[in-house]
């Protein structure tokens, strides 16, 4: 699934479409997480484009008269082409610019979400209810470890809880954890608040460091440009089963935490 890092290279791909007006919208299959709005060619066409923001995994495309949010599931990317290209399999949702570019809805397992909100100060109950941004000032080590305090989950899972911060999915977890030193499977609620000085730093720098290096490119993730991300490269504990831990050379070991799996350096992070 793309995570924070990848939707906010996402975002910053689509950033040429800004002030440009719709000229059509085509939806070849509008059966995704929630239906695509069968009215959103009629209710988009003309309207110019006004703002692009990001929202934990949301982007936000602010048009004169709504909002249309835009969330990639698990495998949906959005690609922005110079002009049309004739559609594969999977290509759910054409919106055209007076450009001529198209903005195109990859998303083979149709997890994505493409959503109308009428008027600009309304919100929407995915919305309503998430946390801070890891990378902006409410995310701190205070604000963590009170959160913290009513978790009696893992801190892996708890890093993942969007009602905690938003935008931390599995890999970016265990990347931080690592970092940090802490062991996912250490129950949230018995962190320190030195411990979570540290984490909350290595969320920060991770998703950075993710950010400059265009993402991780798993499976179907590209950017909006096509190009791929290359953090993946950089990866101490995500995916590396068995491969010798680059500080300490143990074997990296891998868990199931919340049906998912969990990567983590047994000496480094007792």
Request: glycine share 8%; charged share 20%.
């Amino acid at each position: 699934m793309p995570e924070l890092p990848e939707v906010e290279v996402t975002r910053l791909g689509l950033l040429p479409l800004l002030q440009q007006t719709v000229t059509s919208v085509t939806i070849r299959n509008g059966k995704l997480r929630w239906p695509i709005p069968a009215d959103l060619h009629d209710t988009l066409s003309q309207q110019t484009l006004l703002q692009l923001t990001r929202r934990a995994k949301y982007i936000l495309a602010q048009f004169e008269r709504g909002v249309l949010i835009l969330h990639l599931g698990m495998s949906g990317r959005l690609r922005l082409m110079a002009q049309f290209e004739p559609p594969q399999k999977h290509d759910h949702l054409d919106i055209q610019f007076t450009s001529g570019q198209v903005l195109r809805l990859r998303d083979p397992r149709r997890f994505g979400a493409v959503l109308w909100i009428d008027g600009l100060d309304a919100t929407h109950p995915l919305l309503n209810t998430l946390g801070p941004e890891p990378l902006g000032q409410d995310f701190h080590a205070h604000y963590l470890h009170r959160q913290l305090k009513k978790k009696n989950v893992a801190i892996k899972i708890a890093l993942m809880d969007s009602h905690v911060v938003v935008g931390i999915g599995n890999i970016y977890a265990s990347e931080a954890l690592f970092r940090a030193r802490i062991s996912p499977q250490l129950p949230a609620k018995k962190l320190s608040l030195k411990q979570c000085e540290a984490l909350v730093q290595e969320v920060k720098t991770t998703l950075s460091d993710a950010l400059i290096a265009g993402g991780s490119s798993l499976r179907d993730f590209l950017g909006a440009d096509n190009k791929a991300g290359y953090f993946q490269q950089s990866y101490f504990v995500y995916g590396r089963t068995g491969e010798p831990c680059r500080v300490c050379h143990t074997p990296i070991m891998q868990i199931k935490q919340g049906q998912r799996s969990t990567f983590y350096c047994p000496v480094c992070q007792k």
